[in-house]
C-alpha cells in the first residue's frame, strides 16, 4: 500500500463528473477531504441538494474508482452537503434550478399522483421541491395532500404559497376556489393565471419545481415553455393501447415547443391481490416501456396498483404513506432517482460552466 497518497485517491476521482454541472468533482471543489490511514481511505466529497436523490449510488461509484486503482484499500465516502445557489431563471428571476412538466395525452391515468409522488420522494431524498397544479380545470394536488387556505400576498407583493410542513411550496387554483365550483374560462385567463402561478409565487429557492399539467394536448406547454426555461417533461401513461396512443400524442405535443422527453412512466402496472398475492394485469403490463423504445425517449419506470396509495389519495395522506410506507414509496423513489440520473446524464454530456449567483 506504499503507493498509495492523498494525491493518488485525488486524482482517481478528480475526473468525475458533478450531476449536478457535469463538470469533474475536482474542477469543481467538491472533494473536499482525503483522510490516509495504513490500509484505509475516508474521503469526503461534497454533493448539492440537488443531486442528493443520487447520494448512494455516486458514493458506491467513487468507492468503486478508488479501489480499482488502488486493489486491496478499504475505502470510505462520506456525502457533505455542498452549497450551490441557483441562478435566476427567465424574466420572471425565479431561482429554480430544474422545471419538469409532468403530462399525460388523457385523464384519468394517474397524472396528479404521479406528479405529487415524484415531488415527494425527491424531497424525501434531500432535494429542495416545490409543486405547482397547472391542471386549472381540474385540480386535484390540494386533495391528495390534504392541504386548503387561501395563498396570501406578502409585503413583496408575491403570493405565499400553501406549505407542506415548513419546506415544500405548493400553489393551486384549488386553494383559490371552492370544491363544487368550476372554472369557465378562455385561454387568455387560462395564460394569465399559470403565468401569475409560476412568476408571482415566492417559491423561493428550489432545486426542483414540479409541474402537474393538465391532461392532453392544450397549449400549457407552450405559455410555460415561453415564460421559463424548462428541463423537460415525463409523459405518465397506463399500459393499454388507447392511452398509448393517446401517449404519443403528448410526446409529440412537447417535442413541437422544444421541450425534452425526460422520460415515460407506466402507471396502473399491474394489482398485486393482497389476499392471493396473485399479480393481475387489469390494463395490461409493459407497453409503455415498449412504446418508449420505439419513440427512442427514456423509460423512468412502472408503478403498480397499491391500495394503500389509493386510499392515502383520497384521505389527503400521501405524502404520509410517501414518508413512512418503504414498500409503497419504493416505485415513487426508482422513478425520482432514475429522473435525476437522466438530467445529471444531460449535463455530463453538455457541462455547465458554473455560475456565479445574481444578485
Known sequence: ???VTVESIRQAIADIPDPETG??????????????????????IGL??????????????????????HPGLSVRVDVAHHPRPPARLGQAGLRIKSVILVGSGKG????????????????????????MDADVYGPSIPQLLGLSGRPAINTQKKIEPIRLGDDFPVMSMGFLIEKDQAVIWRGPMLHGSITQFLGDTQWGELDYLIVDMPPGTGDVALTLSQAIPIS??????TPQEVALLDAIKAVSMFR??????????ENMSGFACPDCGKVFDIFGRGGTREKAQELGEPFLGTLPIDITLRVAGDEGRLADVIGQDERARAPFD????????GLASRKQAEPSRPKLPTL
Open 23 to 44: 463538470r469533474g468533482l475536482g474542477a469543481m471543489g467538491q472533494i473536499l477531504d482525503i483522510a490516509l490511514g495504513d490500509k484505509d481511505a475516508r474521503v469526503t
Open 48 to 69: 448539492t441538494t440537488y443531486s442528493m436523490p443520487l447520494c448512494e449510488e455516486f458514493s458506491e461509484l467513487l468507492r468503486d474508482r478508488i479501489v480499482a486503482s
Open 1 to 3: 500500500m506504499n503507493d
Open 334 to 341: 426508482a422513478i425520482a432517482r432514475a429522473l435525476v440520473r
Open 108 to 131: 384519468g391515468v394517474g397524472k396528479s399522483t404521479v406528479a405529487a409522488g415524484i415531488a415527494l420522494s425527491l424531497r424525501r431524498l434531500g432535494s429542495v421541491v416545490g409543486l
Open 232 to 237: 423537460g417533461a415525463v409523459v405518465v401513461c
Open 256 to 265: 413541437k415547443v422544444d421541450i425534452p422527453i425526460l422520460g415515460m412512466v
